[in-house]
């Protein structure tokens, strides 16, 4: 959005009651109803009748507020949430472009893939209501954008032709090694600098999506082969992805009930949700950082790793297979084996010189590949123009140098490729 509003473009933006809004951009806030005036729907279509609300509303904003919501030349959107599910029935000429971050999958996806949480009965029923108001975005579809090939192979193949791949983009000059970086334990008393023996965890909330279990019970094994590694977790203790543990409490809690007595907690540092520029610092300061998922949307975090020059070990699964390249600018465990993780960790501390060159080479993917100015805006840019000017009644978007092709043809993985400052402070419990 900064790009189009810094070359002149008119932005307008509708969004729901809490919508933030962004500096120069007009954002116009739907309402929804009172708790009390919705009525009662069964539980597997309470996700529709949310969406269905929501639709409702950006119709009746459009509808209220026409004097001031100009007609638009492109419509950009996330299908996920309901605002556009009646957008056409408005502005039916109007091209709209989804960002397509991930359709639910009855099978090869997220869904199933993890033995220990087995389907309950009637969620496999749930998650195919849950999709329906996806696949009915797919029939009124323009072009979709997403971030990698992998997540893009999750639209039905009849419509894989409108997908264009482009990532949001890493700012490779910001996101970067820089000398003199160190983060502070501020609490224990700790300091820490490139070269100490130091694991690196992130993700939004500690939860299994994310693998936390995995990496959590990789740690009594590491432990015992490097006695002098410490373990930095960044993230929450609710759910983003998934249920809560099914007797209560954080998934933190219960691994560390389930672990209890096999673990040195002096060297394991749990600091909660920290400042961009402090995760950063981390990513700099870490020999080592460790990314597990399910098959599951790509975490930004994982490619800001790699952009500041950090050793990744990330889960044998898509999308992360797509951007790693095993023994080449990373490393891929199975994201089931505890045991192989903590052994592939410890190697990596064992001997930081033999793996730089993999550090080096993640750093290069993501300059290649992922670089917000040099590769990935120009690439949203031309897509936004050619839709706004009417190229997808015409064709596929293939645009020479500007490149994000759409289409099965575009949907393979990314080929394989043969001055530091800052400092940081974390909280820890």
Sequence with gaps: MGALIARGDEIQAIGAPHAPGMAGVSCFRYRLPSVGAVPAVHPWAQDFQVK????????????????????PDLILGHPGWGELLGIKDHWADVPVLHQLEFVYQLQGGDTGFDPEFPIALGSQTRLRLRRATQLMAFHDLDWALAPTHWQATTAPAAFQDRVSVIHEGIDTTAIAPRVGSHVNLEQRGLRFEPGDEVVSFVARNLEPYRGFHTFLRALPLLQKLRPRAHVILVGGEGVSYGPPPAQGGSWKQVLLAELEGQLDLGRIHFVGQVPHPVLHDLFRVCACHVYLTYPFVLSWSLLEAMACGAV????????????????????LVDFFSHEALAER?????????????????????????????????????????????????????????????????????????????GTASLGSS
């Excluded at 269905?52 to 007609?71: G, K, N, T």
């Design 312 to 331: 990744v070990i990330g889960s044998d699964t898509p999308p992360v297979a797509e951007v790693i390249s095993h023994g080449l600018n990373g490393l």
């Design 345 to 421: 960790v410890a190697e990596v501390l064992a001997d930081p010189a033999a793996h730089r060159a993999l550090a080096l080479e993640a750093r290069r993917t993501v300059q290649q590949h992922f670089d917000l100015h040099g590769v990935c805006l120009p690439r949203q840019l031309a897509l936004v123009d050619w839709l706004a000017a009417g190229g997808s009644a015409r064709g596929t978007f293939s645009p020479q140098g500007a490149g994000a092709n759409g289409g099965t043809n575009a949907l393979a993985p990314y080929p394989a490729l043969s001055s530091w400052m």
């Design 52 to 71: 269905v609300i929501r639709a409702e509303a950006v119709l009746r904003l459009l509808s209220e507020r026409s004097d001031q919501i100009v007609r």
